[in-house]
C-alpha cells in the first residue's frame, strides 16, 4: 500500500485541519439551501481565492435529498472565512433603527443564557457590561477591561464610540477593541455585582481565530475615529420576519487577501 503524503504549501493557509461534523445535528437542523455566492445549478468561484481546477462533483442520488442538502451545505463553506463580528454588529444598530425608534441597544453573544432576572435588559446612562459572570470562568470575571458577551448602549454613547470597529475578521478581541474605544471617548462603563450577572454559556468549539488581532488592537485609539459606523460597508441581502425575531442577513465583503495588512 501507499500513502501519498501532501506537504503542507499545497494547503490553503485557511485550512483549519480536523473538522467537527456532527451528523446527529445536521439530520435535525434545515440546512440553508442557497448560499449568495453560488450560482444557479451550483456554479461557485469564490472571489477570496484563485482556483487552481474547474472542478465537476458528481453525486448520484435517490430518494435522498436530505443527505444531499447537508453535503452541500459542508462542501461550500457558508460564509465561515467572512464571519465579522463587529460589522454585524454595526449592522444590526444601523438596520434596527429603520425599523423602529429605539432606546438601548444591547449586543448579545448568541450562547449566552442569563440567569438571573434581576440583570435589568434596559438601558441605563452609561454603557453596562451585564455579562460579568459567567460559568465558564465559574463565574467570576475574567480581567478588568472585559466587555464581551452582553453589551448595552444608548444609541448616542454607540455612536460617540463610532461602533464597533470594521476590521476584526474571525474569532478575538473586537470586544477589547470597544473597551478602548469606550476609554478614548471617556465613557464609563457599569456592571451589575457578578451574584446579578450571571449567565450560563452553551458549549462549543472555537474556529478561525484572527492571527492580527493583538496587532489590531495596539491602533484601536489612534483608529476608532475613523474604523467604525461611519466606514461600515455592506450589502443587505434580506430582512426576514420571523416568529420570535428578525432575521436580518447581510453581506460583510470578504476579509483581506493578506491578514496581517489592514487599511489603516
Ligand atoms: N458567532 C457566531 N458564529 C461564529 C462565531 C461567533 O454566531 O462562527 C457569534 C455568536 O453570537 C457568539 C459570538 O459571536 O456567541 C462570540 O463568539 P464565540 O461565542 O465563539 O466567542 P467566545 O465564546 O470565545 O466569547
Ligand atoms: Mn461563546
Redesign the pocket.
Known sequence: MEFLSLNAAQFPDFAVGRLNIDIDAALQSAPPLEHQDVSPGGVWSPKSCVARQWIAIIIPFRDRQKHLDILVYNLVPYGNKT?N?GRLMNIGFTEAQKHDEFDCFIFH???LIPEDDRNMYTCSDNPRHMSPALDKFNYTMLYKGLV?GVLSFRGKHFTKVNGYSNLFWG?GAEDDDMHKRLFAAKLSVERPSITIGRYK?IK?D??DVSPVRLDLLKTSIARYLKDGLNTLEYKLVETRLEKLYTRIIANVGDPPKNQTEHPL
Request: proline fraction near 0%; glycine fraction near 10%.
Open positions: 464571519f463580528k453573544d448568541v450562547d464581551g474569532w454559556m462549543h472555537r474556529k
